[in-house]
């Protein structure tokens, strides 16, 4: 997709520095309550302007053209941006709630970490500046709002509406979507790695491609949705809830029968790759596989991976997980009383419910000449109702971790 700038529309209102200014000064003592007047910015050329921080909020930018524009940190809550240019521009960590973004166009834009809570983005009518100074709807259908290729990385799009939204090869990696509608939309190639999809309307929706893993699609409309190549291997969803959706060639958690080799001969290959210090056996891999329900035991699965692997109920009672990789693995329910997860990556993981009494979540020391901590991973871990008794989180990883409110070690 090309990201060269559409040509300058004559009627577009030009707009120099100094006049900006002024119109951003008396809007910010608006805001404030102070003498000022409200940013009439309408169909404003403001490409490749720095807005970066500025109080935009409630600001009427109808039609207005941001390519390329900063507007990093900035504040356009509540914001009029209909059918406004805003592709490749850079609205990371910007306030946009309640925003009104219908027939927007914001291909390729920057919106990571960007508040979206309640913002309208649905498809909208074309509006074109007249002759007379003022804009009109012009006499063509509504337009799509644009968001192909864009950043969405840990964005909030809580309640959002995106109804008919184009979003293709958008990457939406940990975006919060709970509640947010989303039919019709196209999603093909979408990267949603870990993103909240609780109770979210993708009636229709096309996800054709995408990528879902470790997301939480728990109590998700989906009927009539695409899920066409789609991947969900460690993805949280109802069964019920998919059965009207289009789930061709769906990639999900391969059956224990599937590997090619017995659990057995894996486990005990494993245990002699520790034993040999990788001169001997295979390192077990046991990721993408379900192992829901299974009894491990105090299995030696020290540095083993198990990416996205479905552990729900198993029983992990004791067992040795040092340096194992979990991340996006699914051990709701599970039981890893008394193991050794000393190291062990568990970001993205869904832990919810799950007996971690005992457990020893501490780092372990690495090094040959210098030893260095290396602290357990639970980056973004969903811990709600997890029994973690005489588990000491103090030195742990709980970057954005969900469920440890109250819990030793967890951030204030």
Not at 59 to 73: E, I, N, S, V, Y
Not at 186 to 206: K, R, V
């Amino acid at each position: 997709m090309s990201c060269a700038p559409a040509p300058v529309s004559p009627l577009l209102r030009p707009m120099d520095r100094d006049r900006l200014d002024r119109i951003l000064d008396a809007h910010e003592a608006f805001s404030a309550g102070r003498p000022g007047r409200r940013a009439q910015l309408a169909f404003a050329d403001l490409s490749g302007v720095d807005l970066a921080g500025r109080n935009l909020r409630d600001a009427d930018l109808t039609g207005a053209r941001l390519f390329k524009a900063r507007l990093t940190g900035a504040d356009l809550a509540r914001a009029a941006l209909r059918s406004a240019d805003l592709r490749y521009s850079h609205l990371d960590n910007a306030a946009l709630q309640r925003a009104d973004l219908r027939g927007a166009s914001l291909d390729g834009a920057d919106l990571t970490e960007a508040s979206l809570v309640d913002a309208d983005l649905r498809d909208g009518p074309v509006l074109v500046l007249d002759g007379d100074g003022g804009w009109r709807q012009a006499s063509t259908g509504d337009t799509n709002t644009q968001l192909n290729n864009s950043r969405l990385e840990n964005a909030d799009l809580t309640r959002a509406r995106l109804t008919n939204a184009l979003l293709l090869q958008a990457s939406m990696v940990d975006a919060r979507l709970t509640g947010a509608r989303l039919a019709r939309s196209i999603l093909i190639h979408a990267d949603l790695t870990g993103a909240e999809l609780f109770e979210t309307d993708m009636t229709g929706a096309d996800l054709t491609g995408a990528c879902l893993d470790g997301a939480d699609l728990t109590s998700a409309v989906t009927a009539g949705a695409v899920f066409a190549n789609a991947s969900l291997h460690g993805a949280v969803y109802d069964k019920s809830a998919l059965a009207g959706a289009r789930l061709a060639n769906l990639k999900m958690p391969r059956l224990l029968a599937a590997m090619g080799a017995s659990l057995a001969k894996l486990l005990i290959d494993h245990e002699d790759w520790i034993d040999s210090n990788g001169r001997r056996g295979a390192r077990a891999d046991l990721s993408d596989i379900d192992l829901s329900g299974i009894d491990l035991t105090g299995a030696q699965l020290s540095g083993a991976l198990m990416k996205r692997t479905d552990l729900r109920a198993a029983d992990l009672t004791g067992a040795r997980l040092i340096l194992a990789d979990l991340s996006l693995a699914d051990l709701r329910g599970a039981s890893l009383c008394g193991s050794d997860l000393r190291g062990a990556r568990l970001r993205r993981a869904f832990l919810e419910d799950t007996d971690l009494e005992g457990a020893r979540l501490t780092p372990v020391q690495l090094g040959t000449t210098v030893l260095r901590p290396w602290p357990v991973d639970l980056s973004r871990a969903r811990l709600a109702g997890a029994r973690l008794g005489q588990t000491d989180l103090r030195q742990a990883d709980l970057t954005e971790t969900r469920g440890v409110e109250g819990v030793s070690g967890a951030a204030e």
